[in-house]
Protein backbone atom coordinates (compact mmCIF):
# COMPACT_ATOMS: atom_id res chain seq x y z
CA UNK A 1 0.00 0.00 0.00
CA UNK A 2 1.14 3.55 -0.59
CA UNK A 3 1.32 5.96 1.76
CA UNK A 4 -1.06 8.15 -0.71
CA UNK A 5 -3.91 5.45 -0.11
CA UNK A 6 -2.53 4.48 3.66
CA UNK A 7 -3.61 8.15 4.02
CA UNK A 8 -6.84 7.76 1.89
CA UNK A 9 -8.00 5.00 3.77
CA UNK A 10 -7.07 5.82 7.57
CA UNK A 11 -9.41 6.28 10.35
CA UNK A 12 -8.70 6.68 14.08
CA UNK A 13 -9.56 3.02 15.16
CA UNK A 14 -10.65 2.85 19.21
CA UNK A 15 -11.50 -1.04 19.25
CA UNK A 16 -9.64 -3.57 19.01
CA UNK A 17 -10.08 -7.16 18.25
CA UNK A 18 -7.91 -8.90 21.79
CA UNK A 19 -5.49 -10.33 19.52
CA UNK A 20 -1.85 -9.54 20.27
CA UNK A 21 0.17 -7.81 17.55
CA UNK A 22 1.92 -10.68 15.73
CA UNK A 23 5.42 -11.03 16.46
CA UNK A 24 6.36 -10.33 12.65
CA UNK A 25 4.49 -7.25 13.00
CA UNK A 26 6.48 -5.85 16.11
CA UNK A 27 9.63 -6.33 14.18
CA UNK A 28 8.61 -4.74 11.38
CA UNK A 29 7.05 -1.63 13.29
CA UNK A 30 10.44 -1.56 15.22
CA UNK A 31 12.26 -1.63 11.69
CA UNK A 32 10.07 1.52 10.47
CA UNK A 33 10.58 3.72 13.81
CA UNK A 34 14.19 5.08 12.32
CA UNK A 35 12.23 6.13 9.27
CA UNK A 36 9.89 8.40 11.18
CA UNK A 37 11.79 11.47 10.62
CA UNK A 38 11.11 15.27 10.86
CA UNK A 39 11.93 18.29 9.07
CA UNK A 40 13.29 20.27 11.85
CA UNK A 41 15.74 17.39 12.54
CA UNK A 42 14.59 17.24 16.39
CA UNK A 43 14.95 13.13 17.65
CA UNK A 44 12.01 11.73 18.54
CA UNK A 45 12.16 8.04 21.14
CA UNK A 46 9.60 5.84 20.75
CA UNK A 47 8.99 2.94 22.72
CA UNK A 48 6.08 0.04 22.33
CA UNK A 49 4.50 -0.41 25.61
CA UNK A 50 2.95 -2.89 27.38
CA UNK A 51 -0.75 -1.49 29.31
CA UNK A 52 -0.85 -4.46 32.09
CA UNK A 53 2.84 -3.82 32.87
CA UNK A 54 2.82 -0.17 33.15
CA UNK A 55 -0.77 0.33 34.44
CA UNK A 56 -1.46 2.42 31.02
CA UNK A 57 -5.12 2.71 30.41
CA UNK A 58 -7.14 4.96 28.40
CA UNK A 59 -11.27 5.29 28.43
CA UNK A 60 -11.88 5.22 24.62
CA UNK A 61 -9.83 2.55 23.73
CA UNK A 62 -10.93 -1.45 23.93
CA UNK A 63 -9.10 -4.48 23.02
CA UNK A 64 -5.32 -4.31 23.31
CA UNK A 65 -2.42 -3.39 25.65
CA UNK A 66 0.14 -2.39 23.06
CA UNK A 67 0.68 1.04 22.79
CA UNK A 68 2.78 3.04 21.44
CA UNK A 69 4.48 6.87 23.12
CA UNK A 70 6.72 8.95 21.71
CA UNK A 71 9.46 11.75 24.01
CA UNK A 72 11.27 14.69 22.76
CA UNK A 73 13.50 17.43 24.41
CA UNK A 74 10.87 20.17 25.04
CA UNK A 75 12.49 22.60 22.46
CA UNK A 76 10.89 24.93 19.77
CA UNK A 77 9.08 23.37 17.18
CA UNK A 78 8.97 20.35 18.90
CA UNK A 79 5.10 19.77 18.41
CA UNK A 80 5.24 20.27 14.16
CA UNK A 81 8.36 17.74 14.54
CA UNK A 82 6.62 15.40 16.86
CA UNK A 83 3.13 15.67 14.57
CA UNK A 84 5.19 15.03 11.28
CA UNK A 85 7.02 12.26 12.97
CA UNK A 86 4.82 10.37 14.83
CA UNK A 87 2.34 10.39 11.84
CA UNK A 88 4.42 8.52 9.66
CA UNK A 89 4.37 5.44 12.15
CA UNK A 90 0.60 6.08 12.13
CA UNK A 91 0.69 5.46 8.08
CA UNK A 92 2.59 2.90 8.03
CA UNK A 93 1.49 0.74 10.81
CA UNK A 94 -1.95 1.34 8.78
CA UNK A 95 0.01 0.37 5.69
CA UNK A 96 0.32 -3.40 7.31
CA UNK A 97 -3.33 -3.99 8.86
CA UNK A 98 -2.64 -1.89 12.64
CA UNK A 99 -5.04 0.56 13.87
CA UNK A 100 -4.08 3.58 15.52
CA UNK A 101 -5.56 6.67 17.20
CA UNK A 102 -3.98 9.73 17.99
CA UNK A 103 -4.24 10.33 21.90
CA UNK A 104 -3.13 13.28 23.77
CA UNK A 105 -5.52 13.44 26.67
CA UNK A 106 -7.89 10.50 27.00
CA UNK A 107 -5.26 8.29 28.63
CA UNK A 108 -3.61 8.41 32.31
CA UNK A 109 -0.65 10.51 31.45
CA UNK A 110 1.25 10.28 34.41
CA UNK A 111 1.15 6.81 34.06
CA UNK A 112 2.29 6.70 30.10
CA UNK A 113 5.38 9.48 31.19
CA UNK A 114 6.57 7.33 33.94
CA UNK A 115 6.59 4.15 31.44
CA UNK A 116 9.02 5.87 29.31
CA UNK A 117 10.85 7.65 32.15
CA UNK A 118 10.46 11.30 31.09
CA UNK A 119 12.95 13.79 32.17
CA UNK A 120 12.26 17.63 33.04
CA UNK A 121 13.23 18.65 30.12
CA UNK A 122 11.13 16.48 28.12
CA UNK A 123 7.42 16.32 26.94
CA UNK A 124 5.83 12.90 25.41
CA UNK A 125 2.70 14.96 23.07
CA UNK A 126 0.65 11.81 22.29
CA UNK A 127 0.11 8.18 22.26
CA UNK A 128 -1.23 5.31 20.65
CA UNK A 129 -3.08 2.13 20.46
CA UNK A 130 -1.47 -0.36 18.12
CA UNK A 131 -3.87 -3.41 17.61
CA UNK A 132 -5.81 -5.30 15.14
CA UNK A 133 -9.66 -3.41 14.18
CA UNK A 134 -12.41 -5.18 15.79
CA UNK A 135 -15.26 -6.13 13.12
CA UNK A 136 -17.45 -3.44 15.06
CA UNK A 137 -17.04 -0.61 17.05
CA UNK A 138 -18.02 0.19 20.70
CA UNK A 139 -20.42 2.05 21.43
CA UNK A 140 -18.72 4.52 22.48
CA UNK A 141 -16.86 5.09 19.78
CA UNK A 142 -19.85 5.43 17.19
CA UNK A 143 -20.65 8.39 19.89
CA UNK A 144 -17.24 9.61 19.90
CA UNK A 145 -17.14 9.65 16.12
CA UNK A 146 -20.51 11.41 15.86
CA UNK A 147 -19.54 13.67 18.57
CA UNK A 148 -16.45 15.56 16.59
CA UNK A 149 -17.99 14.49 12.79
CA UNK A 150 -14.85 12.12 11.93
CA UNK A 151 -15.54 11.18 9.20
CA UNK A 152 -16.14 14.93 7.46
CA UNK A 153 -13.60 17.35 6.77
CA UNK A 154 -13.69 21.41 5.65
CA UNK A 155 -14.32 21.99 1.93
CA UNK A 156 -10.72 22.64 -0.39
CA UNK A 157 -11.60 26.00 -0.52
CA UNK A 158 -11.76 26.82 3.07
CA UNK A 159 -8.26 25.60 3.84
CA UNK A 160 -6.32 26.46 0.92
CA UNK A 161 -5.43 30.08 -0.59
CA UNK A 162 -3.55 31.53 -3.61
CA UNK A 163 -0.72 34.59 -2.94
CA UNK A 164 -3.10 35.88 -0.08
CA UNK A 165 -5.72 34.68 2.43
CA UNK A 166 -8.17 36.95 0.21
CA UNK A 167 -8.45 34.52 -2.35
CA UNK A 168 -9.63 30.69 -1.87
CA UNK A 169 -7.45 28.14 -4.11
CA UNK A 170 -9.53 25.67 -6.30
CA UNK A 171 -8.59 22.15 -7.01
CA UNK A 172 -7.95 22.90 -11.17
CA UNK A 173 -5.89 25.76 -9.80
CA UNK A 174 -3.96 24.00 -7.34
CA UNK A 175 -2.67 21.43 -10.69
CA UNK A 176 0.27 19.36 -9.52
CA UNK A 177 -0.61 20.60 -5.62
CA UNK A 178 -4.10 19.68 -5.63
CA UNK A 179 -3.14 15.63 -4.63
CA UNK A 180 -0.94 16.86 -1.97
CA UNK A 181 -3.38 19.85 -0.60
CA UNK A 182 -5.84 17.17 -0.71
CA UNK A 183 -3.82 14.88 1.71
CA UNK A 184 -3.90 17.62 4.03
CA UNK A 185 -7.14 18.18 4.32
CA UNK A 186 -7.61 14.31 5.15
CA UNK A 187 -5.29 14.65 7.96
CA UNK A 188 -6.22 13.47 11.37
CA UNK A 189 -6.27 16.61 13.61
CA UNK A 190 -7.21 17.09 17.64
CA UNK A 191 -10.91 16.68 18.30
CA UNK A 192 -10.99 16.97 14.33
CA UNK A 193 -10.72 21.12 14.69
CA UNK A 194 -8.30 20.58 11.05
CA UNK A 195 -6.42 23.77 11.96
CA UNK A 196 -4.45 24.05 8.96
CA UNK A 197 -4.21 26.11 6.44
CA UNK A 198 -2.18 27.14 3.62
CA UNK A 199 -0.73 29.59 0.79
CA UNK A 200 0.38 29.18 -2.37
CA UNK A 201 2.30 31.80 -3.51
CA UNK A 202 4.94 31.73 -6.08
CA UNK A 203 5.41 28.03 -6.37
CA UNK A 204 5.77 27.54 -2.35
CA UNK A 205 3.16 26.39 0.17
CA UNK A 206 3.22 28.25 3.13
CA UNK A 207 1.63 26.35 6.19
CA UNK A 208 -0.23 28.13 8.63
CA UNK A 209 -2.23 27.51 11.84
CA UNK A 210 -6.01 28.63 12.80
CA UNK A 211 -5.68 29.03 16.32
CA UNK A 212 -8.81 27.24 18.19
CA UNK A 213 -9.97 28.92 21.61
CA UNK A 214 -8.28 26.83 24.45
CA UNK A 215 -5.64 24.50 22.88
CA UNK A 216 -2.47 26.46 24.18
CA UNK A 217 -1.05 25.89 27.56
CA UNK A 218 0.36 28.63 29.60
CA UNK A 219 3.60 27.37 29.24
CA UNK A 220 3.28 28.24 25.28
CA UNK A 221 3.16 24.49 24.31
CA UNK A 222 0.65 24.19 21.28
CA UNK A 223 -1.54 21.38 20.95
CA UNK A 224 -2.79 21.83 17.42
CA UNK A 225 0.69 22.64 16.04
CA UNK A 226 0.68 18.83 16.23
CA UNK A 227 -1.95 19.40 13.74
CA UNK A 228 0.47 21.18 11.11
CA UNK A 229 3.05 18.70 11.68
CA UNK A 230 0.79 15.60 10.76
CA UNK A 231 -0.51 18.26 7.57
CA UNK A 232 3.31 18.86 6.42
CA UNK A 233 3.64 15.42 6.60
CA UNK A 234 0.88 14.20 4.56
CA UNK A 235 2.09 17.28 2.40
CA UNK A 236 5.67 16.05 1.96
CA UNK A 237 4.49 12.15 1.42
CA UNK A 238 1.90 12.92 -1.08
CA UNK A 239 4.16 14.98 -3.13
CA UNK A 240 6.89 12.56 -3.16
CA UNK A 241 4.34 10.14 -4.39
CA UNK A 242 3.71 12.53 -6.99
CA UNK A 243 7.55 12.84 -8.16
CA UNK A 244 8.06 15.63 -6.23
CA UNK A 245 11.09 16.07 -2.96
CA UNK A 246 9.64 18.38 -0.58
CA UNK A 247 12.27 20.96 1.15
CA UNK A 248 10.72 22.98 4.17
CA UNK A 249 11.69 26.02 5.86
CA UNK A 250 10.76 28.12 8.15
CA UNK A 251 11.25 31.80 6.34
CA UNK A 252 7.88 33.84 7.20
CA UNK A 253 6.66 35.86 4.24
CA UNK A 254 5.05 37.77 6.32
CA UNK A 255 1.54 38.11 4.26
CA UNK A 256 -1.54 39.70 5.98
CA UNK A 257 -3.28 37.49 8.15
CA UNK A 258 -6.52 36.56 9.46
CA UNK A 259 -7.18 36.67 13.13
CA UNK A 260 -5.69 33.96 15.26
CA UNK A 261 -3.83 32.54 12.09
CA UNK A 262 -0.22 31.86 12.55
CA UNK A 263 2.97 31.37 10.40
CA UNK A 264 4.52 27.90 10.56
CA UNK A 265 6.66 26.76 8.14
CA UNK A 266 7.08 27.13 4.06
CA UNK A 267 7.29 23.92 1.54
CA UNK A 268 9.50 24.19 -1.86
CA UNK A 269 8.72 21.50 -4.19
CA UNK A 270 11.48 20.29 -6.62
CA UNK A 271 11.87 17.20 -8.89
CA UNK A 272 13.11 14.06 -7.54
C1 LIG B 1 -2.95 15.66 18.16
C2 LIG B 1 -4.19 14.78 18.29
C3 LIG B 1 -4.69 14.46 19.53
C4 LIG B 1 -5.81 13.61 19.67
N1 LIG B 1 -6.23 13.26 20.93
C5 LIG B 1 -7.24 12.36 21.06
C6 LIG B 1 -7.64 11.90 22.34
O1 LIG B 1 -7.10 12.30 23.39
N2 LIG B 1 -8.63 10.96 22.41
C7 LIG B 1 -9.24 10.47 21.29
O2 LIG B 1 -10.10 9.61 21.43
N3 LIG B 1 -8.91 10.90 20.05
C8 LIG B 1 -7.92 11.82 19.91
N4 LIG B 1 -7.52 12.23 18.65
C9 LIG B 1 -8.16 11.65 17.45
C10 LIG B 1 -9.09 12.64 16.72
O3 LIG B 1 -10.28 12.79 17.45
C11 LIG B 1 -9.36 12.12 15.30
O4 LIG B 1 -8.15 12.04 14.59
C12 LIG B 1 -10.33 13.02 14.53
O5 LIG B 1 -11.58 13.02 15.15
C13 LIG B 1 -10.51 12.57 13.06
O6 LIG B 1 -10.95 11.23 13.01
P1 LIG B 1 -10.12 10.13 12.20
O7 LIG B 1 -8.73 10.07 12.85
O8 LIG B 1 -10.88 8.86 12.34
O9 LIG B 1 -9.99 10.61 10.77
C14 LIG B 1 -6.44 13.10 18.51
C15 LIG B 1 -5.93 13.44 17.24
C16 LIG B 1 -4.81 14.25 17.13
C17 LIG B 1 -4.26 14.55 15.77
Not at 208 to 216: D, I, R
Request: proline share 5%; with cysteine.
Amino acid sequence: MTFIEAIKQRRSVRTFDTNKLTAEDVQKLKDFLPEATNPYGIPVEYQLLDAKEHGLSSPVITGTDTYIAGKLARVPHAEEAFGYSFERIVLYAWSIGIGTTWIAGTMNRKAFENAMNLSENEVMPCVSPLGYEAKKMSFRETMMRKGVKADSRMAFEELFYENSFETPLSKEKAGKLALPLELVRLAPSAVNKQPWRCVLKDGIVHFYEKKSKGYEAADGWDLQKIDIGIAMCHFALGASECGFKAGFSVNDPGLALPENVAYIASCALTEA
